[in-house]
């Protein structure tokens, strides 16, 4: 579903934020994406969405090229920053039938769609009201129930469970294990280690640019945890 090809990105200065990346998320993954601050995780996202060009290689999205296909590839996916920014003007409502929109889901579907992802969340009662009277905890949720409403084939999330309470915690876990049994496959990067740990079929370690650990999480995790694999990456670079 996702195929990123030797992947580079190079800011002004000559500092690699990514360097030669390469890996791949099959459909019905939840591949996390660790790294300390200023990894490379977010460059990468937001190379993967068509925010950010890139140097060279490749990245493909169920088979189509981000940069000769753009529209193609963002129709089959969503995308979470860690702080979406939403339009603060419209209601909650006029929000998630824009994105329907942006998406072409009928009528019929988005109606029954936007009332049980918003029921989930608890933020159903809260669509009529405007986007700037929300908490943060309420506008992530409703920038959640926007990215499931045409059940993306690919959903990318960055750092997708800070601010939001255990419940919803919970909620969005459950949802991401039901897309993926669906065929759909998640990206996502997180800080929190026994979430990706619990969570994840597939991780990626990344540091100073570079994809240093990757793997199922059994694998991965079979003699020992993924903080300490995480802590040995960050303190000597690759582990055995």
Known sequence: ????????????????????????VHSGDIYGFIGHNGAGKTTTIK??????????????VDGKDITKEPLVCKKNMAYIPDNPDLYEYLTGIQYLNFIADLYEVSQA???????????DF???????????????????????????IHTPKLL??????VGLDPEASLILR??????????????????????????CSRIGIISEGKLMI????????????????????????KTD
């Open 174 to 199: 459950q949802k991401m294990h039901g897309l993926c049994e669906k065929g759909s496959a998640i990206f996502f990067s997180t800080h929190v280690l026994e979430v990706a740990e619990k969570l």
């Open 214 to 237: 990757e793997g199922t999480t059994a694998e991965l995790t079979k003699e020992k945890s993924l903080e300490d694999i995480f802590m040995e990456v960050a303190r000597h670079g």
């Open 122 to 148: 608890g933020i159903y009662q809260a669509l009529g009201d405007l986007m700037s009277t929300y908490s943060h905890g309420m506008k992530q949720k409703l920038a959640l129930t926007g990215a499931l």
């Open 156 to 161: 990318i999330l960055d750092e997708p469970f």
């Open 47 to 60: 190379a993967i969405v068509g925010i950010h060009g890139f140097d060279c290689g490749q990245i493909l």
């Open 109 to 119: 579907d988005r109606k029954e769609r936007i009332r049980q992802e918003a029921e």
């Open 1 to 24: 579903m996702l195929e990123i090809k030797n992947i580079t990105k190079t800011y002004k200065g000559g500092k690699a934020a990514v360097s030669n990346l390469s890996l791949t």
